[in-house]
Structures are given as structure tokens and as C-alpha cells.
């Protein structure tokens, strides 16, 4: 036991010189874990006795809530830690990059492996000798799921190249841990559970998805693309089109970035946030119109056109409305003869009317047709592979469009999520 408790201290002051990947160790279990070693490290036998063990409890309970071993956490935040090499080996070729930086992450990558090859067996060893109780608490090891090169590899010393290839693939941060983010409090967060809809579950609107898939494409081979509105009747797939792009291109850099309404005055405050990340992104308004010429319309007038700072080239917005003139116009706002307040008050109502042109792109999605919904309704049926006759499913199609919301691709898909559970109930 001596010669493990050696080696104990050993990792102990190996994790204390860390010097790139601290971070790594800022979550819930990452602190179960070091409250663990720092308790065993106090051995003060008359006054840690249970907190040593509530220590391990604490550390085994966050293990077992997420599922995973001791060896897939560390990994995974390895594999999303934010530090000078993960953030500059996204820019710079590894042999590029400073040699103290590259002999920093070396150093790290080493102690590293060894936590990895740290086993819960062994740290309960630690907490039986540092509590003085005659038992282990030691119940059992996770399986490893994950099949990372960090879990094929017995020396990570020799990884670094592969490191750098995922970091430069999937980036760092809560930008590699999440497709989708939102603004709230001033900050960007994670959406843990992205609308996971893809684009060939959207169908009857082929040359509005061909144009939007292709401005995406240009976006991420770092070319000039254009902001687009997409505009048209409810529920015609506009938001599922967008959200779909999201899923056929995240693994090439794309995220997204939801903005409400009432937050886009906070836009040119996000894009700054975003325009030196490396991933590409767009910044998703559903629902867009404005009651007047605010700041909401000022802001995004702005991350539009630009101003004096540059237009950042890997940002991009996609709104959609079922208002082709965004602002909201009333009779009153017409210029009457007795109206002096504004001389070339015409030009107002113009600048307001033409908003929405300051989109490179306008797509337009007209009201489905009787066809085009049938369409809609055959393709998510056979994407389900529901067990129905056509003339029947056709003729409870247009029943539900007439008794609900009329015909969209959005009354399609609640037709089929109702006669799925209808059916299966059935059987």
C-alpha cells in the first residue's frame, strides 16, 4: 500500500503542473475528482474519515448519472478543452505552431495518459488506507463506449498529430460540444438537444432548399455568401429547412446560433463574439418583423450591411417571416398634404418597405397546393414506412387539412405523428 500511495502523490502533483489542459477538470466530475485526491491528500484520519468517502460517493454518483467510465470523460474533455494549442492548432499546421507551446501540450498529454490509466479499483484503494475503514467502496467500472483514437492509442505522446486533426475538425469549447447554441444573459449557451429534423424529411419546396443548400456550401468554403429571408405562408418548412441545414453540414464546421426577436439588438454584440472562431455559422431569426424602426431594426441593419467594422465572413443571418415587408406599416404612416413634419417623408415609408431587400437572398415559399401536401404526406408515411392504403391516407389527409390548419407541410407532419400513434394503438 506504501508504493500506491506513493504513486498517488505522484499523480497528485503531476495533476497540480498542468499547464495547457487545467480546465479539463471544471465540471461536476472533474471536481468530484479532485476533492477525492485532495481529501486522501490530507489524511487527517480523525477528521476526514466520511467526507473522504462522501468524496468518492460524489465522484462515483456523477459518473453513473451521464453513464460513462472514468476514461470516456476524461477523453471527451480532452477532445473539447479550450487552451492556446487547441485554439491556434485550428489556424497553424503543427509543425508551425511555437515549440514551447508544442512541448507544453507534450508535457500535459502525458499526465493525461496517465489519469487515464488511473482505475476507480485503485482510487478506492486510496480512500479505504486515507478513511482508515476496514471495506472499498469500490462497486464497479463503466464500460467505455467511446472508440476515440485517444482509447486505441497506449502512448499519447504519439497522438498529437490526430489531436490537432479533430480540434481543426470539430473545434474547441462549447462550440465542439454543441451544434446549436442560443443567446441568454449576454452569452452564448449550449442547446443540449438540437431539433434533429433533416433535410430529406422536407420536401415540395426543391429549388428554395437547392438555393439555400448551395449559399451554405459557398459559406463554408470561405467565399462570400449571402444573408437570406425566407419568407412565405406558415408552416411550409421554413424554420425546418434552416434547422435542417444544421444537421447536413455540422460535421463540415457548421453551427447555429439562435437569436429571438427581442434579442437582436444584441447582434452586432454576437457577431463580434463569433467572427475569429474558426467553425461557420449562422444566426437563426424566426419569425423576424419589426412594429417600428428601433434598435432591434437598427442592429440588424448593421450585422446586414456592415459599418465601419468589417462584415465578418463567417457569420451569416437566416430569418424567416410570413412578411415580405417586414416593419409593419399603417395607414397613418402614408404622407398626407398637411403633413409637414417630414419633407421627404415618402422616402421614409421606402426605406422601411425596402428592409427586407437588405437580404441578399429572398426565398419565397408559396401556400401548398392539394398536390404538393399529398406529396408531403406520401413522403413522411414512407419515411415511417406506415402501414396504410394510399386512397385512404389521402382521403384522412385532406379530412385533417380541412377540420385543422389547412394545407402545409406542417399540417402533413401532425397528420402522420397523429395516425402513427392512432395505428400503433390499433395494433
Known sequence: MNQDLNYYHLIHQEIASLLLYQSIFDDEIGQAFLSVLNLIYVRNQQSIDINCLKAYSLLFKNLASQGMSWQDYLIRRILVDDNPFSQQVQYYDLEDLPKPLIEATEHDVRILNTLYNLSLEAISQWVKEAANVPFSPFIGEFENKDNTFLHQEDNWANCLQQLANHYRQHGTGIFAQYKALKWHNKQLIGISEADPITLTEIVGYESQKETLMKNTEILLAGYNALNILLYGSRGSGKSSLVKGLLNEYYSQGLRLVEVNKSQLSSLPMIVDQLRHIPQKFIIFVDDLSFEEDNDAFKSLKVVLEGNVTAKAKNVLVYATSNRRHLIREYFDDRPRPKDADEVHHWDTVQEKLSFSDRFGLTLTFEP????????????????????????????????????????????????????????????
Do not use: P
Not at 413522403?379 to 394545407?407: C, P, Y
Open 368 to 427: 401548398a397546393n392539394q398536390n404538393t401536401y399529398l406529396n408531403i404526406v406520401h413522403h413522411l408515411a414512407s419515411q415511417i414506412n406506415l402501414k396504410i392504403d394510399k386512397d385512404e391516407l389521402e382521403f384522412r389527409a385532406k379530412q385533417w387539412a380541412t377540420q385543422h390548419n389547412g394545407r402545409s407541410g406542417r399540417t402533413a407532419r401532425q397528420f402522420i405523428d397523429f395516425l402513427e400513434g392512432e395505428l400503433g394503438l390499433n395494433h
